[in-house]
């Protein structure tokens, strides 16, 4: 049964190894309320959190599940989850400085970074801030000196932070919020023409492709979108069967449309799942 995948589109995608404490983080800077326990994929879909800068000002924040090496050929639940990273314009690499699991902090970047680049090289590419984590936790500082030292060789800023503490976190943020106002938009599509409306009686729905997103749009896409909560778990079961049953998916199969492709209804984007 052809399902469709929520997309998300957040400012910020978090990324790092499971445990390196991006849930903590979240969960210490937005109202978002991420399980977190200590094992790997302990977050098994992505948290959405606004992160509140005072004066209505804000941005959206993605907690992208633990990444392990090979995620890109689907290792874990990775494959699934990078297609998420895709959507962000800024990235915060969250490191556990302290190793508290045993695995080196220069490494475990490494191997992040390399899946995102085997996955997508344009995500390899999108800015990145290091968040040196769990100093709290950190008994020897040379480790921090070292590998602040090793990353910023390499062009990228670093903040050490205890998302545990708070220590460090809101000037993270407030770097971050400020690095977000310089950055474009992600581009996800570029229509290859306007599609003009002249239809007297429209039809429950229409789908047309712009690049490699199908459109599904029309009086019925917009009154189902506004009654629907697609965070709640059965609101969202709703969804998929009243799409189902009003020939959404039959129709989607029938432009061709693959696994992996993009669907777009109202603002909210999907992947096409066979």
């Known amino acids: 049964t052809a399902i469709l995948e929520l997309k998300l589109i957040a400012d910020v995608g978090l990324l790092g190894f499971p445990n390196a ?92 970074n390399r899946e995102l680049e085997m996955y997508n090289p344009e995500l390899a590419k999108r800015p990145q801030l290091i968040a040196a984590n769990k100093i709290d936790a950190l008994y020897e500082t040379e480790k921090l000196e070292k590998f602040k030292a090793e990353m910023e060789k390499r062009g990228y800023r670093v903040f050490a932070i205890s998302a545990a503490t708070g220590q460090g976190v809101d000037e993270l943020m407030r770097y971050t919020y400020e690095l977000l106002k310089t950055l474009p938009e992600v581009v996800i599509f570029e229509p290859d023409q306007d599609v003009g409306s002249g239809v007297k009686e429209e039809p429950p729905f229409t789908i047309r492709r ?49 696994e992996g492709d993009t669907v777009r209804m109202g603002e909210i984007e999907f992947d096409y799942i066979p």
């Open 21 to 112: 404490g991006k849930s903590t983080l979240l969960s210490m800077v937005s109202s978002a309320r991420p399980k977190i326990a200590n094992y790997p994929f302990t977050t098994l879909s992505p948290n959405l959190g606004v992160v509140s800068m005072g004066e209505g000002e804000s941005f959206v924040m993605a907690d992208i599940p633990g990444l392990v090496e090979g995620a890109h050929e689907g290792a874990g639940l990775g494959h699934k989850f990078l297609r998420h990273v895709e959507r962000t314009r800024l990235l915060i690499h969250v490191v556990d400085v302290a190793e508290t699991d045993g695995r080196d902090a220069v490494s475990d970047v490494d191997v992040i």
């Open 210 to 258: 712009e690049n490699n997103v199908y459109v599904v749009e029309g009086p019925w896409v917009t009154k189902l979108l506004g009654s629907v909560n697609l965070n709640d778990r059965e609101s969202l079961q709703y969804f998929q069967r009243a799409v189902r049953n009003m020939g959404v998916i039959e129709a989607l199969a029938e432009k061709g449309i693959r």
